[in-house]
T-cell receptor, first 115, second 113 residues
Framework: DADVTQTPRNRITKTGKRIMLECSQT?????MYWYRQDPGLGLRLIYY???????NKGEISDGYSVSRQAQAKFSLSLESAIPNQTALYFC??????????????FGPGTRLTVL | AQSVTQLGSHVSVSEGALVLLRCNYS??????LFWYVQYPNQGLQLLLK??????LVKGINGFEAEFKKSETSFHLTKPSAHMSDAAEYFC???????????FGKGTMLLVSP
């Protein structure tokens, strides 16, 4: 089984709808991240969390919110989806500070289309 | 602030040819640098990383990269390309508390027979 899982893998929705993307990890990691990937723009950080009580905004948090329900679960919500939120969304996790012993493990991605 | 620039959104090579993917970083403090690969319809997978110590780092699938502080570069190379290397490659840097990654825009590697 994959260490980082994301559901759904694909989602098509309409403008104005509320959408939740879910992420779970089985590695026992404390730190979890949400990114979006757009062609030609690479990955950009939306939100990250160092533990259940710690949530931090990333580079592009406007229009998004997150919830860290448990150490293993980190959800991303779009309160009112708009077409320019159409993208590939990745969740990642790591055990601690990035460096000699730690790196980010990525989920398979959720492809979201907002019509 | 940290940033990464990947030169060339697409690089085309023939099978068996040298692969060179360029990455330059900007950082006011010593960086940790990473290369990730993304195969079609998959998440990102770590190829290699530089933190401290030896500036030439070897990764999976025959790739290696050299950290050159004077040139602020971390270029990725492989002596002989294989068809299976066709993928998108991302360079990333972390400095600020080593807690978040800043990614480059990616380079798509195309390998022709």
């Amino acid at each position: 089984d994959a260490d980082v899982t994301q559901t759904p893998r694909n989602r098509i929705t309409k403008t104005g709808k509320r959408i939740m993307l879910e992420c779970s990890q089985t590695k026992g990691h404390d730190r979890m991240y949400w990114y979006r990937q757009d062609p030609g723009l690479g990955l950009r950080l939306i939100y990250y969390s160092f533990d259940v009580k710690d949530i931090n905004k990333g580079e592009i948090s406007d229009g998004y919110s997150v919830s860290r329900q448990a150490q293993a679960k980190f959800s991303l919500s779009l309160e009112s989806a708009i077409p320019n939120q159409t993208a590939l969304y990745f969740c990642a996790s790591t055990s601690g500070a990035l460096g000699n012993t730690d790196t980010q493990y990525f989920g398979p991605g959720t492809r979201l289309t907002v019509l | 602030a940290q940033s990464v620039t990947q030169l060339g959104s697409h690089v085309s090579v023939s099978e068996g040819a040298l692969v060179l993917l360029r990455c330059n970083y900007s950082s006011s403090v010593p960086p940790y640098l990473f290369w990730y690969v993304q195969y079609p319809n998959q998440g990102l997978q770590l190829l290699l990383k530089y933190t401290t110590g030896a500036t030439l780092v070897k990764g999976i699938n025959g790739f290696e990269a050299e950290f050159k502080k004077s040139e602020t570069s971390f270029h990725l190379t492989k002596p002989s390309a294989h068809m299976s290397d066709a993928a998108e490659y991302f360079c990333a840097v972390t400095t600020s508390g080593y807690s978040t990654l800043t990614f480059g825009k990616g380079t798509m590697l195309l390998v022709s027979p």
